[in-house]
């Protein structure tokens, strides 16, 4: 944590950033994004944030919303990423659990953790930072990858939850003491004009480095600054390391059947309430100081928890499975 009380210290008060948890709200094969009205989906998510999550969500999720999963009451945003497996040497699979990050409120249900910052943790590069519109969705990565794909998708062998290096491009090849964060970071330069593209990245353009380092300018094609938005996601595979392979190969596989992770890939919808995201990127505010209306609403770990949107799918996601859901 040295880094992070190290940048704080550096941060100049006209700059704001957003950190916060959400519960997962619910874990199913569907994906509204890149196939929508299909149910099932291809493969299995785990989804944060607002209860207006369905497979065919229109624009408008942030009016429609009567509740969320996230310590902001305003946003009804939905955040999600594929699930991680576990499989076993007998040729079956188990889901692995989402635990709670460091420096959230206690009782998190599973969940991710929610990035809006500015240029980097601790500038925001003396420009405007525009929040997204209503009907704005991006997705990073993409599963058919088979080497590394672009920067910001990342993961971590945790010693602690409080580990934060070294960032890999795949699977820890070692099991991992504290569990493995999946970390991805969207691109934050926009083309001022499309809310999605076909292929949900090309309205976007990636000046993102490593590390919520400093990104760099956002070039004329793509020249409005958005929020930069990540996620963290904490697997618990601790579990399960007692139960690797005795050829020692990694037995970790992503949902639609990745054991390398070059395809990890996360979606965004957008769907704050109103302007909160502009007046929190317009203030000074950092992490949990944004909250209790200073300058956004806010809500307790009880309120998010108990926020669940039912799956449509029916199928087991939790037993030792024969194969991935889907596959
Ligand atoms: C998703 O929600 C919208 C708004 O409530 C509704 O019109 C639509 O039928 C829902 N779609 C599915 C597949 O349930
Ligand atoms: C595989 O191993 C798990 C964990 O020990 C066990 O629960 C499961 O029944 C096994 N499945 C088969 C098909 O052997």
Known sequence: M???SLTLALVAP????????CSTVSIQRLDPLVEPGKIPSAHLHQIVGGNAFNATMGDDIGDRGTCTTCTFSED??????AVMFFKHPNGTYKRVPIMQNTALPNGINGGMTIYYTQQDFSSNGNQKITAFKPGFRMT?????ATS????GLKFVCLQNKGTRFPELDDFPTK?????IMTVHHFPACWDGKNLDSPDHQSHMYNTVKDAFQNSGPCPASHPI???QVAYETLWDTTQFNNMWPSDGSQPFTLSYGDNKGYGTHADYVFGWKGDALQRAMDSSCMFQACENGRPLASQGVQQMNACQVKSTVDEDID????SLPGM
């Open 76 to 81: 009804f945003s939905n955040y999600w990423t």
């Open 225 to 227: 600054r958005v929020p």
């Open 148 to 151: 590394k794909y672009g920067p």
């Open 14 to 21: 006209s700059q704001a950033a957003l950190r916060f948890g």
């Open 175 to 179: 099991p991992c003491a504290g569990g």
């Open 2 to 4: 040295k880094w992070l």
């Open 319 to 322: 037993g030792w499975l024969t």
């Open 140 to 144: 990073v990565g993409t599963p058919t």
